[in-house]
């Protein structure tokens, strides 16, 4: 079974845990490391054989764009992280269509292909932020894949459904919502989906999650984050959303385990898994 492999095209100081400390309007003034290490994920997909989804930060294609078309001549799919890394429940429906028109348009411009998929920063499509669906429609998206079914204090619609289904539907267009994977054992969901699970659980617990989805009859999405590779990224105080930041934990171990699941399991990019064309 084909899963869906994605990378969320970030520098190492654009994540929520350090909105505290590093201002959007600072941005510019920090060393970025996101071609060097986004060309090292390349790098390893090539050496399985192996096409993803790239949920792409815009503001980087701004001043990368380079980096995005080779990312799209790679066979790899071009999707939406948005422009600047803004929680949808921090904006207004206005503010959240802008967002998504000029990162839609941006990146198209790029690479001369339609996008079609879209992430939430901090998979902040939650109960507080569901209009943001009808707004994705609107804008043209085909798919989602922001919601994550588990209860966390940052992101997540515990109820959820947990695979791929139509989330909206007007009669002429269609949503297709791919919910970030989790295991369901013990009466709850376990969350599995990659990046910072894959850095903080063993190895043996996400290989587990995903045969047990599997064997469900359904396929998993796993996502990371170009950073994660980079053991070697400057270091930033900082608290984190929930209070601690889980952003530097095992950074040296992710390259290993992420070779072992690019082995272990089959995958593809989203549009793909999705059945899209």
Partial sequence: MNNAFSVDVEDWYQVSDFEEV????????????????????????????????????????????????????????????????????????????????????????????????????????????????????????????SIFPVSDRLYGIPGARRFPFVIRDDGDRRLVEFPMTTARAAGRNWPLGGGAYLRLFPYAYMRWGIRRVNREGQPAIVYMHPWEVDPDQPRIKARGKRGVSTHYINLSRMEGRLRRLLRDFSFAPVRDVLGLS
């Fill in 22 to 145: 590093v201002d959007f309007s600072a941005w510019a003034t920090y060393e970025s490391r996101v071609v060097r290490n986004t060309e090292r994920v390349l790098e390893l997909l090539d050496a399985c054989g192996i096409k993803g989804t790239f949920f792409v930060l815009t503001w980087n294609a701004e001043r990368h764009p380079e980096l995005i078309r080779t990312i799209a001549r790679g066979g790899h799919e071009i999707a939406s992280h948005g422009y600047r890394h803004r929680l949808i429940y921090e904006q207004s429906p206005e503010e959240f269509r802008d967002d998504i028109m000029r990162s839609k348009k941006i990146l198209e411009d790029i690479t001369g292909t339609p996008v079609w998929g879209y992430r939430a920063p901090s998979f902040s499509l939650t109960a507080a932020s569901i209009w943001a669906l009808d707004v994705l429609l609107d804008c043209g998206m085909r798919y989602d894949s």
